[in-house]
């Protein structure tokens, strides 16, 4: 039995009695993500931890540094490319499927708070933060992964480590990216 009183849904695999106040540890993480996919019996939510890397979608970054008139400018997705052309090649920026959004949870970039009257999700517009704009000068490492639980729920860090340039598939050519060579 957990501490919530709810059972164990992972099979004992790992540990039962973790203080969410405390967080996980890494081994931890490590031990979540590995679990198969579960419905809760209680709620049916999906009870999975992935693990999910800060990869090639970071060329938001680029993009919403690039195109920023000023540090407090916010940018609409709809008026970011999804692909740009980089010698010769067809290369994403940002799939439409929200991995952008994720930069989020590295404190990279920011979406712009609603209208508390207005009944979307979310606003659309996206700006990079300074630790954003510091991460993508290759002054700032970050965790390589996240740890999440579905819907959205970050739980902890890899500890490994990614600078910038790392994130950027081998095609990416950083420096020319940087100097708007798209």
């Given at each position: 039995?957990?501490?919530n009183?709810?059972?164990?849904?992972?099979?004992?695999?790992?540990?039962e009695?973790?203080?969410?106040?405390?967080?996980?540890?890494f081994?931890?993480l490590?031990?979540?993500?590995?679990?198969?996919?579960?419905?809760?019996?209680?709620?049916?939510?999906?009870?999975?931890?992935?693990?999910?890397?800060?990869?090639?979608?970071?060329?938001?970054?680029?993009?919403l540094?690039?195109?920023?008139?000023?540090?407090?400018?916010?940018?609409?997705?709809?008026?970011?490319?999804?692909?740009?052309?980089?010698?010769?090649?067809?290369?994403?920026?940002?799939?439409?499927?929200?991995?952008?959004?994720?930069?989020?949870?590295?404190?990279?970039?920011e979406?712009?708070?609603l209208?508390?009257?207005?009944?979307?999700?979310?606003?659309?517009?996206?700006?990079?933060t300074p630790?954003?704009?510091?991460f993508?000068?290759?002054?700032?490492?970050?965790?390589?992964?996240?740890?999440?639980?579905p819907p959205?729920?970050?739980?902890?860090?890899?500890?490994?480590?990614?600078?910038?340039?790392?994130s950027?598939?081998?095609?990416?050519?950083?420096?020319?990216?940087?100097?708007?060579?798209?």
């Amino acid at each position: 039995m957990t501490r919530n009183g709810q059972g164990d849904f992972f099979d004992g695999q790992p540990p039962e009695d973790v203080p969410p106040e405390d967080g996980f540890t890494f081994e931890q993480l490590l031990a979540l993500e590995r679990v198969p996919v579960a419905k809760c019996p209680y709620c049916t939510r999906t009870l999975k931890v992935y693990k999910w890397k800060l990869g090639s979608f970071a060329t938001f970054l680029i993009y919403l540094y690039r195109a920023r008139t000023s540090p407090e400018q916010w940018l609409h997705i709809r008026d970011c490319p999804r692909e740009i052309r980089i010698d010769g090649v067809d290369v994403t920026i940002w799939n439409g499927g929200g991995d952008y959004a994720k930069l989020e949870w590295w404190g990279l970039t920011e979406n712009k708070p609603l209208d508390p009257k207005s009944e979307q999700s979310s606003s659309g517009q996206w700006r990079i933060t300074p630790k954003g704009v510091r991460f993508l000068l290759n002054e700032l490492a970050v965790p390589k992964y996240a740890f999440y639980r579905p819907p959205l729920e970050v739980l902890g860090w890899h500890e490994d480590v990614i600078m910038m340039a790392e994130s950027l598939p081998a095609y990416f050519n950083y420096r020319a990216l940087m100097r708007g060579e798209w």
